[in-house]
């Protein structure tokens, strides 16, 4: 599998920004599908992660202002985040496991393909 995110840049604090990640292949159904996010100097921190898209899961900070969802049909998971803070900037990756791994899905260690990363800044 092979991952392609964008839709990383400049915002404003208190603005909104969409993420897309799109995946090759055709089991893209099959995997369970996360967000990372690398601030500079900090470790990778879990994001959101959705199995089927029916359930999500999502890092404590995010308190309802990140939305996780992907189109099975299009191969492509989405990250919309609203109420952008300065702290929310960092490098964004998308991952990916086969759904059939029962790790905690905040472990970024069980994800087996990653996309390159999009930047995001939050900043006035």
């Known amino acids: 599998v092979q991952l392609q995110a964008s839709g990383g840049g400049l915002v404003l604090p208190g603005g909104s920004l969409r993420l897309s990640c799109a995946a090759s292949g055709r089991t893209f159904s099959s995997y369970t599908m996360a967000w990372f996010r690398q601030a500079p100097g900090e470790e990778r921190k879990f994001v959101a992660a959705?199995?089927?898209?029916?359930?999500?899961y999502y890092g404590d900070f995010v308190k309802g202002r990140f939305t996780i969802s992907r189109d099975n049909a299009k191969n492509t998971v989405y990250l919309q985040m609203n109420s952008l803070k300065p702290d929310d900037t960092g490098v964004y990756y998308c991952a990916a496991r086969p759904r059939s791994v029962v790790n905690t899905l905040r472990l970024d260690s069980s994800y087996h393909y990653w996309g390159a990363g999009t930047l995001v800044t939050v900043s006035s």
């Open positions: 959705t199995r089927r898209g029916d359930t999500t």
